[in-house]
Every structure is written in structure tokens, then in C-alpha cells.
């Protein structure tokens, strides 16, 4: 019964620190640098939008260089990691009024851990457009946590694994954020 | 089994100890002051059983102590996270970190019990240079926009000190807590 504490108290810290610290705070960051990615048109126009591309750059950019990832998403020796992260990324802008400066209405994107795929999801038009965090992604229909979006945003959902510090129980940590633009009218 | 008094008294000349049963009499020592009086509720009124408890909390004691020493250290580990994200996302709305949002960081350390030895804020197009200045949103060019920042910290107490009492190593006088991010500036100029 001792040891059963002593183990658990010493998984559950590190467990924490992971996930509730490390991939949550960095998710969150990773989503403020998404978001800020304004193409240059729509932000001269006093209507900032999303720039799609730049977007996902900046998102893998920050995940890399915050949870300490190499340029192919896999742990740098010594991380809390033991494979490459999953990551649904959603970028929406509520119009196309922008998309030939590359800010889409909605993209959607997948990490499997190797590659980055580019998902449909049936997106809503306009404001507020509201989008469900799962664990199987972001989506339109329904999931554990809501989101609403009154401005341009992004959603994220991430999943990884820690190393374990005791045991052979995989430990897999699953995290949600968001951000949206947010400006001045006048 | 129910709860039973022992004397242990220390055998002349080793270091063993012998357990007799309180209702029974002593018949090798005539000094009950020599004696010391435990009641062990769990242990057997059997010689021999002391000396197998007092080997099996030896281990114990290092199981609970090295648990305790890791669990400090990530608790430790934790709150310097905590205190970096706040700063990071300080220097991410302004730019950089002025020196009135270090010295708060500083004094949000050591209330903590943790001493700031080192802060790198930099941009990875000027590595090694502080940013005195803030930095511009930049989409065009994100690099020229982020912001680097790393706090070294010095802990009040040295942890794994458990390690010393068997003869091993405790960490070293330069053992150093370094945590760190990167964001990307949101400061426009006005």
C-alpha cells in the first residue's frame, strides 16, 4: 500500500507537470501565434483575417520550439515525450472575402505524427460560429468542450505521450485550446 | 496477534538487539534502566522480529524520502513554469521584458524560495543580444518577431539529498532549475 502511494504520487506530479503545465500552456501559446498570423490585405482593410499557411507554421513553430521538438515533430532527447505529438488545427475566419491573400473561411488540419494532412469539415459561415473540442478533433456537431467564436480564430486539440517515470502503462495526455483575434473598431 | 511490550536492551560488547517479552523476566540484565519499553502493536512477541522491522523501514524510509526529494523537485520545477508563463505572455503583449516586470519576476522567485541567477530574452535573428526594446509583430517575417525567453533559477535547498545518507551522491552545488518558452510579439508601435 506504501509503494502504491509513493508511485502514485510520483506519477501523478510528473503527469500533471506534463500535461496540465507543459503541453497545455504551449498549446495555448502555439494557438495565440496561430492567431495573430493577419494577412496583410484584410489588416489594411480594417478587418483582420487569418493567413492559413502562416497560421500552421506559426502553430508548429511554437509547439517545436516550447515542448522541445525537432523540425519533424519528434522529442528532442531528454523531453518528457516518447513520440511525436497528434494535432487538429482549425483556422477560421467566418468569410472568404480575403482568400486570394490566403485567408480561407475555414481550414482544418490533421498531424498524425509523420504527416500533416489538410481535413473537410462542414464549416459554418459568419459570427459567432461555434465548433466542439473532442477527442477525436475539432468538429461542428458536438464534443466535450464548446467553443465560440465571435471574431477570426483557431482551434486545437493535441495529443501526446509521456514517458512514464514508473510502470509501462501508457500515459497519453489529451489538450484543448483556443484563441481568436480580438481589435479595436474604431 | 495483539499489542505486546518489549525490552531491547543492547547485548555488551555487539550491537544486536534482544526482545523479551514484558510478562517475562529479564534474566540477563539486573539494571532495568538499561532498558528502553516499545509497544509494537503488529509485531509478534518473537526474537528476531525487531531486528527484520528496523531493516524493512531502513528500506521503507529511502522509498518515502527519494519519493518526497523527486516530488519536491517537480513541485519546485512546477511553480518556476508557472512564474515563466506569466512573464512570457507579459513579453509577448509588450515586446520584451522591461526591467520592471524582471525585477517582479525576481522577487516572485525568491518568494518561492528559488533565486533568479540568469535571464536570456532574446531574438533568435540577435542570439546572445537582451532585448532592451520592444519588438514588433512581424508576419511577414515571424523570426524577427520572437521572443526567447529562459530564466535560470537557483533553489534555496539542493535536492536528492536522501542519496547522502548511503554514501551517494546529492546534486551538485551547481544544480540549476532552467525553464523557458518562445512566443511570438503581438506589440504594435502607437
Redesign the interface.
Known sequence: M??LI?TA??EI??T??VAD??VQ??LA?AC??AA?????ASQANATPRI?DA?AV??FE??LE??LRLDNTMTPLPNTHYLNPPQFWLLIYNGDSDFASDGANLVDYYYFDGTNLNTESISAPSGFPAVFYASTTGVNTSGGAYQVTLNTPGVVAVIQIQKKNVLGDVPVVTQRWAAARIVWKSS | MGNHTFHLRRVSGNCNLVAYPDDTECSQCNDKQDHKHYRIGFLRDERGTIIDFLITSILLFFFIFAGTDYFTTICQYQIAEHIMHYYLERARVEGYLPDTDQSDMITQYASAQMNVTNISCTNPDNPGVQLTAPLQRNTDNPNASEIDLIITIKPYYQPFTTGLLIGGNAAPSTYRIKVGGSVLSEYVST
Do not use: H
Open positions: 506504501l509503494m509513493i504520487s510520483i506530479t510528473d500533471v507537470t503545465i507543459d500552456e504551449n501559446s495565440k501565434a495573430s498570423q493577419i494577412s496583410d493567413k502562416n507554421n506559426a513553430s511554437s520550439y516550447n
